[in-house]
Every structure is written in C-alpha cells, then in structure tokens.
C-alpha cells in the first residue's frame, strides 16, 4: 500500500501502537534511516524509560522480536519504511511529516522551559522583594517598570516555547535544523 493512499483512520491504526511510533520518531532522529540494533536499544530505553547503555538484554530482545516480527514489516506493508530484515536495515521513505501528529512529543528533544520560567520567577520575585524594601534603585516607583520588563520576558519566552514546538513555524522561519 502507497503511503500516500493511507486514510487518517489507517495512519491511527498503524500509530496506535507504541513501539511503531518509537520506531518512527527514532528514524526522524536519525535522519530517516538506521540499522536495527540502535532502534533496538532506543526504543527499549524510552519503553523503560532508562539510558541505552542500561537497557537489559531482555528488555532488548524483547523489543527486537516485536520490531523485526510484527512493527517493521507492518510499517513496510503501509509504505512508511523500507526494511531490509536481511540487512537488519531500516529507512523512513519520503513524507514524513505526514507522520508527526501520531508521534509522541515527549520524546524529542526539548529544551527545559521549567528552567527558563523558573529563572524569570525568581528574578521577578527578588525584584518584588527589593522594591518593596526599597533597597538599592528599585523603589515603588520603579516597580511597574520592573513587572513589566518581566511580562514581556515571559512572554517572549512562551513565543520561543510555541515556535520550537511546531515544526511548520521553524521551517517557516528558516529554523528546522533544530
């Protein structure tokens, strides 16, 4: 079956399971094309939310049965991947951004926006206390100036967040080597 032939009910069928959806997000990682063996430990990792160099040799033969038996020749069958079970070889085929509503976010690489929230947090918070001890060039009067300033932080900050979680913005932008 062509890919460009599958329905939306079909692309749900084929995501629905979690192990095809890792294996596609690990193809994504690593430029649309891998041997088995580093699919194998990554999507074990992630499943037990462990490092790779930690997985376990069950958990890994595990998944290599799932994958080579079921998971890869499914996604073949659907025309997502070109696997070659001989060369334990697998490549993601074209459109693959068709692909990326049924992956799962969490597993990309992120930049830690807790961190970033945090820091304006305290800054602000520390900013707060100083204006109302009237300690150093923060006084009351200087106070909106300060809330402000760390409004449009946030802001620009939650505006850096959206666009680095779609994809279609930071192609837009010329960013989508991220």
Known sequence: MAESNLTQAELFDVFSNARRRHAVQYLKRTGGACDLAPLVEQVAAWENDTDP?????????????????????????????????????????????????????????????????????????????????????????????????????VLALAAAQHVSHRSDLRRSLGLAGR
């Open 53 to 153: 160099d930690d997985v376990t040799r069950t958990q890994r033969r595990r998944v290599y049965i799932s994958l080579y038996q079921t998971h890869l020749p499914m996604l073949e069958d659907h025309g997502i991947v070109d696997w070659d079970p001989d060369g334990h070889r697998i490549e993601l085929l074209p459109s693959e951004e068709r692909f990326d509503p049924y992956l799962d976010r969490h597993l990309e690489d992120e930049r830690a926006w807790q961190y970033c929230y945090g820091a304006v947090t305290a800054v602000g918070a520390i900013g707060i206390v100083l204006s109302a001890l009237a300690v150093g060039p923060l006084t009351t009067a200087v106070a909106p100036v300060v809330a402000a300033g760390l409004c449009l932080v």
